[in-house]
């Protein structure tokens, strides 16, 4: 899901996690509108603090792989 959709989804949650983010709403809602870069840092926290619904794939839809190559590898099964 992209950045807009989340903070659009919900009342409050742009504010919500432009707190958890410790940013300001009006800097949320421009990292939103791509008014301003993401850093591939700030895309990790918002990954996190969205409950893993903003993917990092979601931020970078074009450069994701250069920036985190293990995201494209296959998931690992553990032997019980």
Same mark, same amino acid.
């Given at each position: 899901?992209?950045?807009?959709?989340?903070?659009?989804?919900?009342?409050?949650?742009?504010?919500?996690?432009?707190?958890?983010?410790?940013?300001?709403?009006?800097?949320?809602?421009?990292?939103?509108?791509?008014?301003?870069?993401?850093? @591939?840092?700030?895309?990790?926290? &918002? =990954?996190? $603090?969205?409950?893993?619904?903003?993917? !990092? %794939?979601?931020?970078? @839809?074009?450069t994701?792989v250069? &920036? =985190?190559? $293990?995201?494209?590898?296959?998931?690992? !099964? %553990?032997?019980?």
């Open positions: 899901m992209d950045l807009k959709t989340y903070i659009a989804g919900e009342r409050g949650r742009a504010a919500a996690l432009a707190d958890r983010l410790k940013i300001s709403r009006s800097y949320l809602s421009q990292l939103a509108n791509g008014q301003c870069p993401i850093s @591939p840092k700030l895309a990790v926290k &918002i =990954w996190r $603090e969205s409950d893993f619904l903003v993917t !990092r %794939q979601d931020l970078f @839809p074009d994701w250069s &920036i =985190w190559p $293990e995201l494209a590898l296959p998931p690992v !099964r %553990q032997i019980a």
